[in-house]
């Protein structure tokens, strides 16, 4: 948001405003974004977000969860929560598997060719989205990887109608991954929950056949944040 409109909702004095915003980009907290004017989270409160997500009581609970949908499906899952410029994963759990792809937590992948950076992208606003976009320089990391703007734009639209995120071998040769939405009680997306899994052992269209299993497991992480936030008796 711009400080304008946070001052519309706090209804501070301007100058104090802007000096609230100098101090919190100064210290890491805040960062222009890319029109200049508004700001989004900066490094430090993203790192700050992150260590809240990954508190013992919330992490437990969300490894449970995380364990059911992966023994489930068979295959490794993963959470992610996107940073400034790529998805970082939160928490995994492997397969049982011993051809299995080493993505380990904290590993930062690239929005624009990974099934959880694709989704983000496509839950943005558009003026957000597009501003973004054209700051992008996508490397063709596999011979699938989308690299036209436009073409990758058309893929994003399709995206977001079906709150499905793909990677059809996109980023890495012979993974295939799909990912759905964790979202708040606002429906904003503040994380992915994501399958990947060799494509020797499941193709795309089967990865997309676990999507209920994926959307029941976003609800119940969902629903531990919400009752964390929750004042305590």
């Not at 919330?58 to 992610?80: F, P, S, W, Y």
């Not at 193709?203 to 609800?219: G, I, K």
């Amino acid at each position: 948001m711009t400080p304008t409109d946070l001052n519309m909702q706090l209804g501070l004095p301007k100058a104090t405003i802007h000096r609230l915003f100098a101090t919190l980009e100064a210290e890491g907290f805040l960062q222009r974004d890319i029109d200049g004017r508004s700001y989004t989270a900066g490094r430090r409160l993203r790192k700050l977000s992150t260590n809240v997500l990954s508190s013992l009581r919330i992490r437990t609970a969300r490894l449970a969860v995380l364990k059911t949908v992966a023994e489930e499906i068979g295959e490794t899952c993963n959470i992610a929560i996107p940073d400034h410029d790529a998805m970082i994963y939160l928490d995994r759990v492997e397969t049982k598997w011993s051809l299995r792809i080493q993505l380990p937590v904290g590993t930062q992948v690239p929005f624009y060719c990974t099934a959880s950076g694709k989704l983000y992208l496509s839950n943005l606003p558009r003026s957000a989205r597009d501003a973004l976009l054209a700051s992008l320089k996508p490397e063709a990391r596999t011979p699938n990887t989308i690299t036209e703007i436009a073409d990758l734009s058309r893929a994003l639209d399709r995206i977001r109608e079906e709150q499905i995120g793909t990677d059809d071998e996109e980023f890495l040769d012979g993974m295939v991954a799909v990912a759905v939405p964790v979202t708040d009680s606002e429906g904003r997306l503040f994380a992915t929950l994501a399958v990947h899994a060799p494509r020797l052992r499941m193709t795309l269209e089967q990865a997309r056949s676990h999507v209920p299993v994926l959307r029941e497991a976003a609800r119940r992480l969902a629903a531990l944040i919400e009752t964390d936030q929750q004042p305590q008796p």
